[in-house]
């Protein structure tokens, strides 16, 4: 019988959990934010999605997913709306360890340039049933080995997922023309990955790009519904929660990696991006635990 939570016994923390509701019923009808992850699977109903600096429309079938302390809402849900939601804490499966493994890290989760939706086709919402319902039944019905059996079950689910997006979404390639948008945004995303520890300010951007920041802005929100300011601050933010999760570094000496010298400023940021401090991101999503 739904909801299904397994709870971190050593931390008190939820590890893993699974919901689902009836037709009309929004748990997700004002802003949230948790310090685990989400996938939201609407089965049925339309709405809008409002996470981060953007906003996005589901329908039936939209798959929806969300990185620890990423706000998001669903607003304008329509009567019929139906959700399952499978959430679990790093603690008990870890992406960013994992990745090599389960290559949803920068595809389902933490992906700042595609939309946090992705639209399941008949025989890929089957699938995720099918591996939802592996899931419930082993939180149901524990035995041996029961962490091993789940961690094994969400790794396959994540990677199924990952696969039917990145069908969707395909990466970036090199065949873009240059001068065109695509050109120009593919350049933009690789100059975000090599320079953002260094370079914060937009204007920098749009100069590697040969545009006016004005030009740039306007690029970027037609096609990524963000501003290059948004851009800088989530990969400067996810490279924070990285830190914060996978090493014993201080705060400050994270800041200082990232390129910036006053750290209160770098805690004014993260807070302003996740809604929480660096040193509270650390406490509640745990430190370096996650070896599942």
Same mark, same amino acid.
């Given at each position: 019988?739904?909801?299904?939570?397994?709870?971190?016994?050593?931390?008190?923390?939820?590890? *893993?959990? =699974?919901?689902?509701?009836?037709?009309?019923?929004?748990?997700?009808?004002?802003?949230?934010?948790?310090?685990? $992850?989400?996938?939201?699977?609407?089965?049925?109903?339309?709405? @809008?999605?409002?996470?981060?600096?953007?906003?996005?429309?589901?329908?039936?079938?939209?798959?929806?997913?969300?990185?620890?302390?990423?706000?998001?809402?669903?607003?304008?849900?329509?009567?019929?709306?139906?959700?399952?939601?499978?959430?679990?804490?790093?603690?008990?499966?870890? =992406? =960013?360890?994992?990745?090599?493994?389960?290559?949803?890290?920068?595809?389902?989760?933490?992906?700042?340039?595609?939309?946090?939706?992705?639209?399941?086709?008949?025989?890929?919402?089957?699938?995720?049933?099918?591996?939802?319902?592996?899931?419930?039944?082993?939180?149901? *019905?524990?035995?041996?080995?029961?962490?091993?059996?789940?961690?094994?079950? *969400?790794?396959?689910?994540?990677?199924?997922?990952?696969?039917?997006?990145?069908?969707?979404?395909?990466?970036?390639?090199?065949?873009?023309?240059?001068? @065109?948008?695509?050109?120009?945004?593919?350049?933009? @995303?690789?100059?975000?990955?090599?320079?953002?520890?260094?370079?914060?300010?937009?204007?920098?951007?749009?100069?590697?790009?040969?545009?006016?920041?004005?030009?740039?802005?306007?690029?970027?929100?037609?096609?990524?519904?963000?501003?290059?300011?948004?851009?800088?601050?989530? @990969?400067?933010?996810?490279?924070?929660?990285?830190?914060?999760?996978?090493?014993?570094?201080?705060?400050?000496?994270?800041?200082?990696?990232?390129?910036?010298?006053?750290?209160? $400023?770098?805690?004014?940021?993260?807070?302003?991006?996740?809604?929480?401090?660096?040193?509270?991101?650390?406490?509640?999503?745990?430190?370096?635990?996650?070896?599942?």
């Amino acid at each position: 019988m739904l909801p299904l939570t397994l709870v971190n016994e050593h931390t008190g923390e939820l590890a *893993l959990k =699974i919901n689902r509701t009836e037709p009309g019923d929004n748990p997700f009808d004002h802003l949230s934010r948790f310090n685990y $992850y989400s996938l939201v699977w609407v089965r049925a109903g339309r709405g @809008r999605l409002r996470a981060d600096f953007a906003d996005y429309a589901f329908e039936p079938d939209s798959l929806l997913a969300f990185s620890p302390y990423q706000p998001f809402m669903l607003a304008e849900a329509s009567a019929e709306l139906a959700l399952t939601t499978l959430q679990f804490h790093p603690d008990f499966f870890c =992406i =960013i360890r994992h990745h090599a493994e389960v290559a949803c890290n920068g595809v389902l989760f933490n992906n700042i340039y595609e939309p946090p939706v992705v639209t399941l086709s008949p025989a890929a919402a089957a699938g995720l049933a099918g591996n939802l319902a592996g899931l419930e039944q082993e939180m149901q *019905l524990p035995g041996v080995a029961q962490h091993e059996l789940l961690v094994a079950q *969400l790794k396959i689910l994540l990677i199924h997922l990952s696969r039917h997006k990145l069908a969707q979404h395909p990466a970036p390639g090199t065949a873009a023309v240059p001068g @065109r948008p695509a050109y120009v945004l593919q350049q933009l @995303r690789e100059h975000i990955e090599a320079h953002y520890r260094r370079l914060h300010s937009p204007a920098e951007y749009a100069a590697l790009v040969h545009l006016t920041p004005k030009a740039l802005g306007r690029l970027t929100k037609k096609h990524f519904h963000k501003t290059p300011s948004d851009l800088i601050q989530e @990969r400067i933010v996810i490279e924070a929660k990285r830190e914060l999760y996978l090493t014993d570094k201080a705060v400050k000496q994270i800041a200082w990696e990232l390129g910036f010298e006053d750290e209160y $400023y770098f805690s004014r940021l993260f807070k302003q991006n996740a809604d929480v401090s660096p040193a509270h991101y650390r406490q509640t999503v745990g430190f370096a635990r996650g070896l599942a």
